[in-house]
C-alpha cells in the first residue's frame, strides 16, 4: 500500500505561481513511477505531468509544458509540481498519482494509488 497526502494549493491571481507537494508513505519511494492529473468542475481527470523513479524522465500536458515543472526528492519520499503563469483554465483539483515500477507513465488506468487532492482556484 501507498499512501500520498497532496498540500500546497491554494486561490492565486492569474499570472501568479504556485507549488504542490506530494508526500508519499507506505513503500520505497525510488521504486515509484509518479503522476500529477486534474479534475475541473464537470470534466473528466486529465493527465498534467509524470516523472519517472530516478527523476531522470519527465512528460508534461501540452496544456502545461513550458509553465509547469515536475520533480521529486526521493530522500524525502516527495513529489513537487511547480506551477508558473497560471490560469484560469488551471483551476482544477489536483492529485497525485503512484504506480510501482520504473517507468513514466501518462494514462490515469496505469496508476494504483492517488492522493485525496489539493484544490487550486486561478483567479482573472
Known amino acids: 500500500q501507498v499512501q500520498l497526502v497532496e498540500s500546497g494549493g491554494g486561490l492565486v491571481q492569474a499570472g501568479g505561481s504556485l507549488r504542490l507537494s506530494c508526500a508519499a508513505s507506505?513503500?520505497?519511494?525510488?521504486?515509484?513511477?509518479m503522476g500529477w492529473f486534474r479534475q475541473a468542475p464537470g470534466k473528466e481527470r486529465e493527465f498534467v505531468a509524470a516523472?519517472?523513479?530516478?527523476?531522470?524522465?519527465?512528460v508534461y500536458a501540452n496544456s502545461v509544458e513550458g509553465r509547469f515543472t515536475i520533480s521529486r526528492d526521493n530522500a524525502k519520499n516527495t513529489v513537487h509540481l511547480q506551477m508558473s503563469n497560471l490560469k484560469p483554465e488551471d483551476t482544477a483539483v489536483y492529485y497525485c498519482?503512484?504506480?510501482?515500477?520504473?517507468?513514466?507513465?501518462?494514462?490515469?488506468?496505469?496508476?494504483?494509488?492517488w492522493g485525496q487532492g489539493t484544490q487550486v482556484t486561478v483567479s482573472s
Open positions: 498519482a503512484a504506480e510501482p515500477g520504473r517507468w513514466v507513465l501518462r494514462q490515469e488506468y496505469e496508476y494504483t494509488y
Open positions: 516523472i519517472r523513479w530516478s527523476g531522470g524522465s519527465t
Open positions: 507506505g513503500r520505497t519511494f525510488s521504486s515509484l513511477a
